[in-house]
């Protein structure tokens, strides 16, 4: 694509591909926490939080209410 394309090589550009990011979710996110220079999190519990069934289970029981 035409946009990567102009993005590549760029030092405050960063892309990776929906389909890289569910295949390995902690390389890709620590990678993107360290690019905009964040504070280190617990990836593994963030990434277990965000998948559907806990966020669907969370909905159902008001746990974020």
């Known amino acids: ?4 394309a102009y993005l590549e090589g760029r030092p ?3 892309a990776f591909s929906y ?11 620590a990678a993107l926490l360290d690019f905009i220079e964040a504070e280190p ?6 990434i277990d939080g965000s998948r559907f069934e806990a966020m669907r289970s ?4 008001g746990a974020d209410q």
């Open 12 to 14: 405050c550009s960063m």
């Open 41 to 46: 999190y617990d990836l593994a519990a963030v």
């Open 19 to 29: 389909e890289h990011l569910r295949e390995d979710p902690e390389t890709h996110l």
């Open 1 to 4: 694509a035409a946009w990567l």
């Open 58 to 61: 969370k909905e159902i029981s």
